[in-house]
């Protein structure tokens, strides 16, 4: 694990983009601060840049540093939830402008997956987290269900966790309204 967690970031750095294990299924990632990665992670997977992807940070701080509000609601959920869950919140801030909204939202998922949340540490940065998948097919569930295409088109491929088969499945996501409100998405 610890010659990936180097690698990873040392690619990271560079603007490159990696396929990755995360607290869900597998990921394709990139510093979320890099307009350049990011559009790159748009053309491999096909994807209509108005269909915006979200992050995983490590830590609620982190959270705070690229949201205008966290509002007290979403605190309770994240300590409440069992499962992994993205919160979007409003007033998104200091990532690549293709990964904000239109409404200035973001979706951001707190990870406590062991690779994932030590990678988004070692960066110092969130990172992108969008299924490793074409867009409108199947999101695999496990590495070895992840298309040569995707494979072939990252800069980077983590050996840990490629032989778990454990079930996986993607976050749930709910959507936090300025006034408290919260909408269910998935």
Request: net charge negative; aromatic share 4%.
């Amino acid at each position: 694990m610890e010659e990936d967690l180097k690698r990873a970031v040392e690619i990271l750095r560079m603007g490159g983009i990696i396929l990755y294990p995360t607290d869900t299924i597998w990921g394709i990632g990139c510093d979320a601060r890099s307009s350049e990665a990011v559009k790159r992670i748009y053309r491999l997977k096909n994807r209509e840049d108005s269909k915006s992807m979200l992050v995983l940070v490590n830590n609620e701080a982190s959270v705070e540093r690229i949201v205008d509000e966290m509002p007290e609601v979403a605190e309770q959920v994240i300590e409440i939830a069992t499962e992994p869950i993205t919160i979007i919140y409003d007033g998104a801030h200091g990532v690549a402008p293709e990964l904000i909204a239109d409404d200035g939202s973001l979706g951001i998922r707190i990870t406590r997956e062991k690779f994932s949340a030590e990678l988004c540490r070692r960066l110092g940065a969130p990172l992108v987290s969008t299924s490793a998948n074409i867009s409108g097919q199947k999101a695999p569930t496990f590495f070895k269900e992840i298309s040569e295409e995707i494979k072939n088109g990252v800069d980077f491929i983590v050996k840990y966790r490629q032989d778990d088969t454990s079930n996986a499945s993607p976050s749930h996501i709910i959507k936090l309204g300025k006034s408290g409100q919260i909408k269910i998405i998935r």
